[in-house]
T-cell receptor, first 116, second 112 residues
Framework: DTGVSQNPRHKITKRGQNVTFRCDPISEHNRLYWYRQTLGQGPEFLTY????????KSRLLSDRFSAERPKGSFSTLEIQRTEQGDSAMYLC??????????????FGPGTRLTVL | QKEVEQNSGPLSVPEGAIASLNCTYS??????FFWYRQYSGKSPELIMFIYSNGDKEDGRFTAQLNKASQYVSLLIRDSQPSDSATYLC????????????FGAGTRLAVHP
């Protein structure tokens, strides 16, 4: 499978616990995005990596959230001291470089987080 | 004002009819526009993109863009029950890095 993969697909945690999600982008894609989607809403941008550099973070990304892409390949998103309001689908997307007919962001299947 | 606005629906159409989905956006600097389809519990799947004013057709789908009116639409011809999903309009932000700004989506229900 050469698409974007995310693990785990589902995570249930208790309030106050830390969680970490992983995203493996399409191998030749150097651009990686994290989005969060709550019920009835469209995805909201969280952060962007170009290779290993984190170039943009949304105001939505509070101090409890941290993301890394240490070798410019896979990325992790960690949420510390989870709150019930963090319950959402966390989506990862990747995109290739340069200009082409398609500048599509390919989405992974998402990680659904439930904070009890 | 939200950056990307869509009617939440549901938009109910009979099988075989044309479904018309609309979207307005606020950033006049936006250059790229996308329609994603999202089935319940699944991630968004790109079905159309458009960069230039006018119409773009792909199979049963036609995207329409009017930058002067800041308006994007998606027409689905010969609607099928399998088209029942939420359709998300996304606009590429003009601020760089190509992040997508999504509307809340329109739920489409195609009934037999």
């Amino acid at each position: 499978d050469t698409g974007v993969s995310q693990n785990p697909r589902h995570k249930i945690t208790k309030r106050g616990q830390n969680v970490t999600f992983r995203c493996d982008p399409i191998s030749e894609h150097n651009r990686l995005y994290w989005y969060r989607q709550t019920l009835g809403q469209g995805p909201e941008f969280l952060t962007y990596f170009q290779n290993e550099a984190q170039l943009e973070k949304s105001r939505l990304l509070s101090d409890r959230f941290s993301a890394e892409r240490p070798k410019g390949s896979f990325s992790t998103l960690e949420i510390q001291r989870t709150e019930q309001g963090d319950s959402a689908m966390y989506l990862c997307a990747s995109r290739g470089t340069g200009y082409s007919s398609y500048n599509e962001q390919f989405f992974g299947p998402g990680t659904r987080l439930t904070v009890l | 004002q939200k950056e990307v606005e869509q009617n939440s629906g549901p938009l109910s159409v009979p099988e075989g009819a044309i479904a018309s989905l609309n979207c307005t956006y606020s950033d006049r600097g936006s250059q790229s526009f996308f329609w994603y389809r999202q089935y319940s519990g699944k991630s968004p799947e790109l079905i159309m993109f458009i960069y230039s004013n006018g119409d773009k057709e792909d199979g049963r789908f036609t995207a329409q863009l009017n930058k002067a009116s800041q308006y994007v639409s998606l027409l689905i011809r010969d609607s099928q029950p399998s088209d029942s999903a939420t359709y998300l309009c996304a606009v590429e932000g003009s601020g760089g890095y190509n992040k997508l700004i999504f509307g809340a989506g329109t739920r489409l229900a195609v009934h037999p």
